[in-house]
């Protein structure tokens, strides 16, 4: 299994720690993050429409670990958003190597006011060094950026794009943001 992205666990850090709350790996896949996160002490629900690998790792942690990661296996490609538990908290998302433009708010709708979001997927030009080439699967210059500054409920801690050599070339965009409480907000402009 590959290691963690440099990017998760330079903000891993920034979720929120409740007792109630999730961090939700979203489109899983083997589950480095998922693993990661539980090593960092977070109680991790992993999504994914193949499961099997992330399973297979699971089986094999240590009880400790094993517990922190409940899997859940959803097609996150139907037309509608498929629903997740609500009897817990999203405290953070984080999102790697997936992208699907037509569920992008609702995946930020389920976080938490305080949640962390830790995206990074391939952009635009990415094609020259690899998979995914296909335009549906790269976003275009400062398409990340774009998405959360349309919204009012996040702020964005970091944002890059560009070309990363390691852990293989690649063409990325990535953004760490947080939501915001809107309520609270709206009340601070009040006073």
């Avoid at 922190?68 to 190597?97: C, H, S, W």
Wanted: hydrophobic share 40%; aromatic share 10%.
């Amino acid at each position: 299994m590959s290691p963690p992205s440099d990017w998760v666990q330079r903000f891993i850090h920034l979720i929120p720690r409740r007792e109630e709350g999730r961090v939700l790996d979203l489109a899983c896949g083997s589950g480095r993050h998922s693993l990661y996160a539980a090593q960092q002490g977070y109680q991790v629900l992993a999504v994914d429409l193949r499961t099997g690998p992330l399973l297979e790792l699971q089986e094999n942690l240590p009880l400790d670990l094993k517990n922190r990661i409940e899997v859940m296996e959803l097609d996150l490609e139907q037309p509608e958003f498929p629903a997740l538990k609500k009897d817990y908290f999203i405290d953070g998302i984080i999102v790697t190597n997936y992208l699907n433009r037509p569920h992008f708010h609702q995946v930020l709708d389920l976080l938490a006011p305080g949640g962390i979001l830790i995206y990074e997927t391939f952009a635009v030009g990415n094609e020259r060094f690899g998979k995914p080439s296909n335009p549906a699967f790269l976003l275009q210059k400062d398409e990340l950026w774009q998405y959360i500054q349309s919204r009012n409920d996040f702020s964005v801690v970091s944002f890059e794009q560009g070309y990363l050599e390691v852990p293989k070339p690649a063409m990325i965009q990535r953004i760490c943001a947080v939501k915001q409480n809107i309520i609270g907000l709206q009340l601070q402009h009040e006073y």
